[in-house]
């Protein structure tokens, strides 16, 4: 089946998952986090794109992006990668590829989700059982939103500044969002979009990337179990 192209919409948010070769470890000492924290605002410079929220894992990473024009996403994520495996390959005495083929990618509709998503992506180290709150965790951009702390380079945006009329409650605000964890309804959800590099947001907002893109964006439903091993009318679930 040929492999449908990302969807990629100008201005509108993306939440992007990178993961090591083999799930191994793309960083092996501190200084690589800071290292690639450092290569993401160059390369989210050069390619005009908005970095909302971040996590650096062990094996993978999580961002919301957006880029300016179709492509910028891509074009910082292709510089970036380049990047960072260059410097990490000649620091280690090492060869080959560090990141599993292409990066995976979901829009979001800002209005509904993209609070939710910052949550999902800061929450990442408390779900994996490493530290009991995002604050503890240093590789993230919770600690920008929730205390002002680092990372001066991030966009705030809208959905996030909409939270208070100043800084300190926009902080407070976004530290009462951490208080309960996502529904597994709520994962389970992110999850599938950004694995299937779909579309995170209401029916309306599918059916308007979908005009938009003129094809399906929708996951579709399941159709009926075919009678017959050789039935030909049986449906086909599409993927996105």
């Not at 495996?85 to 829009?107: A, C, D, H, M, P």
């Not at 530290?175 to 597994?184: H, K, S």
């Not at 999850?191 to 299937?196: A, E, K, L």
């Not at 996951?219 to 075919?226: L, T």
Request: hydrophobic share 35%; aromatic share 10%; net charge positive.
């Amino acid at each position: 089946m040929a492999r449908l192209r990302r969807i990629d919409l100008a201005g509108v948010p993306q939440h992007v998952l990178q993961r090591g070769n083999n799930r191994n470890p793309c960083f092996f000492d501190l200084s690589d986090y800071t290292f690639y924290l450092d290569a993401l605002r160059q390369a989210a410079h050069q390619h005009d794109c908005a970095v909302y929220a971040y996590v650096l894992m062990t094996n993978h990473v999580h961002l919301l992006v957006s880029g300016t024009q179709v492509g910028d996403v891509s074009a910082m994520m292709q510089t970036l990668g380049r990047r960072y495996v260059r410097g990490i390959n000649q620091r280690y005495g090492r060869t080959g590829t560090l990141w599993e083929g292409r990066f995976k990618s979901s829009v979001i509709e800002s209005e509904r989700y993209l609070l939710t998503c910052y949550r999902y992506i800061e929450l990442n180290p408390v779900r994996a059982g490493m530290v009991q709150h995002p604050g503890e965790y240093r590789w993230s951009s919770y600690p920008r939103h929730a205390l002002g702390l680092g990372d001066d380079w991030l966009v705030d945006h809208e959905c996030y500044v909409a939270l208070g009329q100043d800084v300190a409650s926009r902080q407070t605000a976004y530290q009462e969002l951490f208080r309960q964890p996502l529904a597994m309804a709520e994962l389970s959800t992110i999850r599938s979009r950004i694995t299937r590099s779909g579309v995170l947001g209401s029916d309306r907002f599918q059916e308007e990337i979908a005009s938009v893109l003129g094809r399906r964006v929708q996951p579709a439903k399941p159709g009926r179990p075919r009678q017959t091993p050789d039935s030909s009318q049986a449906e086909q679930i599409m993927l996105l």
